[in-house]
């Protein structure tokens, strides 16, 4: 039939200028997985949950970088909410949380209760929750970082949400606050106002720098921000253990975290070279803030910033895989 | 007789409505801020504690209740499986290779056959350059990840929903039973089931298809309802008196006269699932939306406004291929048919032969199968638009805090303080005397019964600030729908301008504009009902828009030629007989602007939506992120019933004083 | 009567609304009905037969109650009381089953507004009724292209609807109700969305087709000199009653009251009335050598004979003298 012939020549025609390309497979770098031969026990697929903050991300780059390099691992990244992967740790979806911030209802629940999560030490990394002002206001009105002053300065802080009160700009919602009950409680004349994203966040501490507008706030660190514009921590009454107990009645600072990491059970006991790397994984606040200050100032992708902090950091990289 | 008890009655109503309001206002000067039912931030009602423990029991028996083992976790199993199929087809490597089946060039050569076969070649180019352009920005993976779901969920959507759709066109009662459950599920905002569905079926592809499903069912089953309804009952006469059976008038003459109506369903379906597909990123959805998403966490505009592009080129190919499908559907009777099946069967077999022979060359060779790295101009769109926004955000500083004070202080604020700073009981009293003003009896029934419910959830004074909001943002929009929707129904040269604008502002993500806008606004109530505005308004419009062009155009020269002004034909003629199109307009709008509640809680709006985001982030607050959400349906459905009763009611007084 | 009636009709019923068999037998007018029991009574008490090769026109205003007395008829309307006898079995007895067969092999229905399926082009429209009932594909073709060579649509059978003008697609409703080859064929106001010179064409056709098929014929109308042209009798319907039945001449000659009076008023009389009508007997004297007509020859067709004859025009039947006619009588009837 005319039809099939036309349909022929056009494909012959087709396939003589498409020859010549490499094949799919042929090529030794189009294959991952093979370059890290010889590295001992196989490890198969690394699950890395990736909670929505970019120093997180960061140490899921590093640690995914030295588990494919390093391990021959292949590494799935899952973007998820903290509850939402810790979830993930029953079923499979998910093998490790490599960034947690005290959580201890849900380590009640899936450590203790479930029991398909286990502890898999401290990440090295401190973390620090507080209220914060831009650099220009710490300058500029020095005793502003201790809370006994707040009140002198609630009249600044006035905005259209906050009526004739000042506004104190709360809430990622990802992070537990008490800031309502500190304000109550420590007589603040300020409004809790709720930002509801991190980026609103950063948006209205970047505005406050550029426009020299008051601006005080809910804010962490280790945060990739800090690196962009140096945020002052107010001073509130320490933290003492149990200070914060009863929600209602918190006047005290938040508690300092040791930030851990979190593996489900499966995963600890498969014996994976991966779950070593992750229970030796440990680096400090700097490192972290610098791989992401690659990523989130610099645009790098999470897998080039980790490779080029893994570049310069061989020796600490070292001393978290496995010995064989 | 009727006629004249009505037109006495009219203005005594409007005298009763203000003097309700005079009375709320009173009352509100004397006891504002008494009995305002506020619950704090992280304060919790025993409805709440409630909520988390059933949360907490269904999460420990997922691995040994029959339910989970033999129904949930199956369909689950199947969801996943089906969407790793068609990743493991165009976007993920699969099969043991370093990449998927079908390389960039065969999706290409695919989509551009298919298109080409089932509309016309002028959209099949339109595929090529809008896929094409997905690897130029430097997202092929992401957008085929987005695809994959997309289609998936779409296909599953018409597998449910048009069966559904033809059993609703068939029984008015299975009609009026499935009727409000279609309205629920579209007002319900999307974060409220994200988190139970994960519940239920967990995080991953199955959750993410569930969600868009739920999103995209609705459109797939009440446009075949429709279109099989509206199939003329003379031609189904014709069909009985000839002894056709049920099932032969189903088959022989309703499905085929309702193709081309539901062939438009079709396409709201999957305009529904695609606008879902990316925020079902927030569970772990693959493709585009991820990548908006993380754009967000670093105020990365550039990168979102990529993405959100390559989305709306998605769209936009997606929308023109299955319009230009039901065009075909009534083109075809028009050719004559021997001809036809003769070029039909060349066509086919070319279009498939080429596209079969570069789906080989893209599973064989590589350059074929990996979009080239080179030409990617995705960096360029990013800097652009990076570019743009600092522009925007510099130049409009100085005019927009103006802006934020006049709506906040002027409008919102006041609006605010009377719904929210009154006594529960007399903000109670004063809706349901409202709606029974102008809605009638039975609005005012939905409207006690919807505020009782608030009270109950425990959540009364954010659902008032949140319904403060929501007001004016609907005011806005609707001021803008009249405004530019009067615009473009007149104007062909403004339609052709702006229409793109619109469809462009409908399917960009949220996620995508919300930083910019907070750069502009900060983070307020305002910069909530902005996006808001931004996400509602292009629907009035359109609308509105429809409305006017709609008006015979013998009555609007009938009024020209009577020596009526510009301004004299639009409010004295167009404006009116578009009543049906203006009231509808603000009913959706309305609705569309509670979709938005939740957004708002990212950026400022505090409230039910700020409610929602953290019950999904955190543990302790998941029952009243729950609650929350329900305290948004209940919102939207009192909002839409008492509107509907009201504009049923004008309709009706309309005709009695026509008379 | 030459033979048993196709169809015979008796004391039918149709009342819309709630418990619709309580109005049945009522006397009550269509107002007080309405308002006493919120019924309303699209048929009242119509009872009839049409004769086997008859054409039988049913004739009234909207809202008279034909559409719904047609429908009646086939049951595609529920009828709430009566007997619809069809040779002899009544209809409204036949269950779900018998039903259906009856439609799709002895009862055919052409609609006003056609009822074609736009998505099939003309031929598959005509085969549909055999479709339906199960006919081989070649088979059906084969009857549907004779139907269409019937109807003059031959070499239109690959069109589709939409392409044909509002006559042409009207001959492929008549085609399809032909295609079944039916016992009887019902038509509802089949051209009054027809324009005029259409709707003349197709009436015509309807006779035609009438003298070659000889189909039998229940054809509704709210036109009178449709009526007039097609019917061998009429049924004139009021309010869902009838009002008057009888042949077009009884119709115009004899109104049974002032409703029908006033609506054949405009008729041009002499061109439906008959010599029968207007005769007188003989007087005495009178010269009876004239021409002979017969009684049923229409007044128009005479008018030439009598007006040229210098003589009373003798009308003959069998041999017999029934009376006579002068210019005289053919005047004053052209005059009033």
Redesign the interface.
């Known amino acids: 039939m005319a039809?099939?012939r036309?349909?022929?020549v056009?494909?012959a025609a087709?396939?003589l200028t498409?020859?010549g390309?490499?094949?799919?497979?042929?090529?030794p770098s189009?294959?991952?997985g093979t370059g890290a031969a010889g590295s001992g026990a196989a490890c198969g697929t690394l699950n890395l949950a990736i909670n929505?903050?970019?120093g997180y991300e960061a140490n899921a780059a590093v640690i995914a970088h030295v588990a494919e390099k390093n391990l021959g691992c292949t590494v799935v990244k899952?973007?998820?909410?903290?509850?939402?992967?810790w979830?993930?740790f029953?079923?499979g979806?998910v093998d490790a949380v490599v960034e947690n911030w005290g959580?201890d209802?849900?380590k009640k629940?899936y450590i203790e209760?479930?029991k398909t999560a286990v502890d898999a030490g401290l990440t090295g990394n401190k973390g620090v929750i507080g209220w914060y002002v831009a650099p220009w206001m710490a300058a500029k009105y020095p005793d502003i970082t201790d809370w006994q002053n707040l009140n002198k300065y609630a009249e600044l802080f006035k905005?259209?949400?906050s009526?004739d009160k000042g506004q104190l700009?709360?809430?990622d919602?990802?992070?537990?606050?008490?800031?309502?009950?500190l304000v109550k409680n420590l007589k603040l004349d300020y409004k809790?106002?709720?930002?509801?994203?991190?980026?609103?966040?950063?948006?209205?501490f970047r505005?406050s720098e550029k426009?020299q507008k008051p601006v005080i706030g809910y804010f962490y660190e280790p945060q990739?921000f800090l690196s962009e514009l140096k945020l002052v921590k107010i001073n509130l009454p320490a933290y003492t253990d149990g200070c914060d107990a009863d929600?209602?009645k918190v006047a005290c600072d938040y508690p300092l975290y040791e930030l851990d990491k979190i593996v489900s059970k499966r995963f600890a006991d498969s014996g994976s070279p991966a779950y070593t790397l992750i229970k030796n994984f440990t680096w400090t606040n700097d490192d972290q803030n610098l791989v992401a200050k690659y990523?989130?100032e610099d645009?790098m992708a999470p897998a080039e910033a980790a490779a080029k902090w893994a570049a310069d950091n061989e020796a600490k990289i070292k001393a978290w895989l496995p010995t064989s | 007789m009727t006629a004249l008890t009505v037109t006495a009655r009219l203005p005594a109503r409007r005298y009763l409505i203000g003097a309700v309001l005079a009375a709320w206002v009173l009352g509100h000067a004397l006891l504002s801020g008494r009995d305002t039912l506020p619950l704090?931030?992280?304060?919790l009602t025993p409805l709440h504690e409630g909520a988390n423990e059933a949360w907490?029991t269904v999460?420990?028996n997922?691995?040994s209740n029959p339910f989970f083992l033999y129904f949930v976790n199956y369909i689950r199993l199947v969801l996943d499986e089906s969407v790793r199929f068609v990743q493991a087809l165009i976007s993920q490597p699969s099969f043991g290779?370093?990449?998927p089946l079908l390389?960039w060039l065969g999706v290409v050569a695919l989509a551009a056959a298919i298109t080409y076969l089932f509309g016309n070649i002028r959209v099949a180019l339109l595929t090529v350059a809008g896929f094409v352009s997905f690897g130029l920005l430097g997202l092929w993976a992401e957008s085929m990840d987005t695809l994959a779901l997309t289609l998936t969920a779409v296909a599953y959507s018409l597998a449910v929903g048009i069966p559904l759709g033809v059993w609703a066109g068939l029984s008015d009662r299975f009609n009026r039973f499935v009727t409000p459950v279609l309205d629920f599920m579209q007002t319900m905002p999307t974060f409220v089931y994200l988190?139970p569905l994960?519940?239920f079926f967990?995080?991953?592809p199955a959750s993410a298809t569930i969600a868009t499903m739920i999103y995209a069912i609705p459109p797939a089953i009440r446009i075949t309802a429709h279109a099989i309804r509206e199939v003329s009952p003379v031609t189904l006469e014709a069909g009985a008196s000839l002894g056709a059976t049920a099932a032969q008038s189903l088959r022989h003459v309703r499905l085929p006269l309702a193709r081309r109506t539901i062939v438009v369903g079709v396409n709201q379906t999957i305009m529904a699932a695609l606008s879902m597909a990316t925020i079902a990123?927030?569970?772990?959805a693959p493709g585009l939306g991820?990548t908006v998403?993380?754009a967000?966490?670093?105020?990365?505009i550039g990168?979102a406004f990529n993405a959100g592009l390559a989305i709306v080129i998605m769209a936009v190919v997606l929308d023109r291929a299955t319009t230009a499908a039901s065009r075909r559907v009534e083109a075809q009777r028009r050719t004559g048919r021997e001809i036809s099946a003769f070029f039909r069967?060349?066509e086919v077999?070319?279009a498939l032969?080429?596209a079969?022979?570069?789906s080989?060359?893209s599973?064989?060779?590589?350059?074929?199968?990996v979009f080239p790295a080179e030409a990617n101009i995705g960096s360029y769109v990013r800097r652009a638009a990076d570019a743009a926004s600092a522009w925007v955000q510099d130049s409009l500083?100085g005019f927009t805090d103006a802006l934020?004070?006049l709506v906040?202080?002027g409008l919102l604020?006041p609006f605010e303080s009377l719904l929210a700073g009154s006594p529960w009981w007399l903000v109670f009293a004063a809706g349901v005397a409202i709606a029974a003003l102008v809605g009638g009896v039975r609005a005012a029934i939905t409207a006690a019964v919807g505020l009782a419910a608030l009270i109950g959830l425990g959540l009364w004074q954010d659902s008032m600030v949140t319904l403060a909001a929501t007001l004016v943002a609907t005011l806005l929009v609707m001021a803008l729908g009249v405004a530019a929707g009067v615009w473009i129904g007149r104007s062909d040269r403004a339609d052709a301008v702006l229409r793109p604008v619109l469809d462009a502002g409908q399917t960009m993500p949220a996620f995508v504009y919300?930083?910019p806008i907070?750069?502009l606004f900060?983070?307020?109530?305002?910069t909530a009902i902005i996006a808001a505005v931004v996400f509602a308004a292009p629907v009035a419009i359109k609308l509105v828009a429809e409305g006017i062009r709609g008006v015979p155009a013998t009555t609007v020269e009938a009024a020209r030629s009577a020596g009526s002004s510009p301004w004299q034909v639009i409010t004295k003629v167009q404006l009116p007989m578009a009543r049906g199109a203006v009231a509808l307009a603000a009913n959706q709008g309305l609705i569309y602007v509670l979709s938005m509640v939740v957004v708002?809680?990212?950026?400022?709006?505090?409230a039910l939506?700020?409610d929602v985001?953290?019950g999904?982030?955190?543990?302790?607050l998941?029952g009243k992120g729950l609650a929350a959400g329900l305290a948004i349906v209940v919102l939207g459905i009192v909002l839409d019933r008492v509107t509907r009763a009201a504009q049923a009611r004008t309709d009706r007084l309309g005709v009695i004083k026509e008379d | 009567m030459r033979d048993q009636p196709v169809l015979d009709v008796r004391g039918l019923w149709k009342v819309f609304g709630p418990r619709p068999e309580r109005a049945v037998g009522t006397t009550l007018s269509r107002q007080e009905l309405k308002e006493t029991t919120g019924c309303v009574a699209a048929v009242r008490d119509v009872s009839f037969t049409v004769r086997p090769g008859e054409v039988f026109v049913v004739m009234g205003l909207s809202g008279s109650g034909k559409s719904t007395l047609v429908r009646c008829l086939t049951r595609l309307v529920e009828p709430t009381s009566g007997e619809i006898l069809f040779d002899g079995d009544d209809i409204r007895r036949a269950d779900e089953r018998r039903l259906r067969e009856l439609r799709r092999h002895r009862l055919a229905m052409v609609f006003q507004h056609f009822g074609l399926l736009p998505h099939r082009c003309v031929l598959d429209n005509v085969a549909f009724g055999l479709e339906i009932r199960g006919s081989a594909r070649a088979e059906r073709y084969k009857r549907a292209r004779e139907v269409l060579e019937l109807v003059g649509l031959t070499g239109f059978e690959n069109s589709y609807p939409d392409q044909l003008s509002g006559g042409m697609q009207q001959r492929v409703g008549l085609a399809r109700a032909l295609a079944v080859d039916p016992d009887l064929l019902l038509f509802d106001e089949p051209f009054s969305a027809l324009d005029p010179l259409i709707r003349r064409e197709m009436q015509n056709e309807v006779i035609r087709l009438h003298r070659e098929v000889g189909k039998t014929m229940v054809f509704i109308t709210h036109d009178l000199s449709e009526a007039l042209k097609l019917g061998d009798r009429i049924l004139i319907m009021r309010d869902g009653e009838l009002v008057q039945m009888g042949t077009a001449d009884e119709v115009v000659g004899a109104p049974a009251d002032d409703y029908v009076r006033d609506f054949v008023s405009d008729v041009p009389r002499s061109h439906v009335l008959t010599l029968r009508w207007i005769m007188r007997d003989a007087m005495e004297g009178e010269p009876l050598d004239g021409p002979e007509l017969d009684p049923d020859l229409v007044i128009r067709d005479a008018v030439r004979v009598v007006l040229s004859a210098d003589r009373p025009v003798r009308v003959v039947r069998d041999g017999a003298l029934l009376g006579v006619v002068t210019s005289a009588e053919i005047l004053e009837m052209i005059a009033r």
């Not at chain 2, 900060?522 to 305002?526: A, V, Y």
């Open positions: 039809i099939r036309i349909a022929l056009a494909g087709l396939i498409g020859c390309g490499a094949k799919v497979g042929e090529a189009a294959a991952p929505p903050w970019v899952k973007d998820l909410k903290e509850e939402v992967a979830q993930g029953g079923t979806e959580h209802d849900l629940k209760e479930q905005t259209s949400e009526g700009l709360d809430g919602p990802s992070f537990v606050t008490n800031d309502e009950a809790v106002v709720y930002a509801g994203s991190e980026a609103a966040l950063i948006t209205a505005q426009e990739w929600a209602a990523i989130s645009k | 704090g931030g992280a304060e907490d999460d420990d997922r691995n290779r370093p990449v390389g988190a994960t519940l967990l995080i991953g990123a927030l569970i772990d991820k998403l993380k967000l966490q670093t105020l990365d990168a069967r060349v077999t070319v032969g080429i079969a022979v570069l080989y060359l599973y064989t060779y590589v350059w074929a199968a500083a934020k004070n906040t202080y604020n919300l930083v907070l750069g900060g983070p307020t109530r305002f708002g809680g990212l950026v400022g709006a505090g939506g700020y985001v953290a999904f982030s955190q543990h302790q998941r």
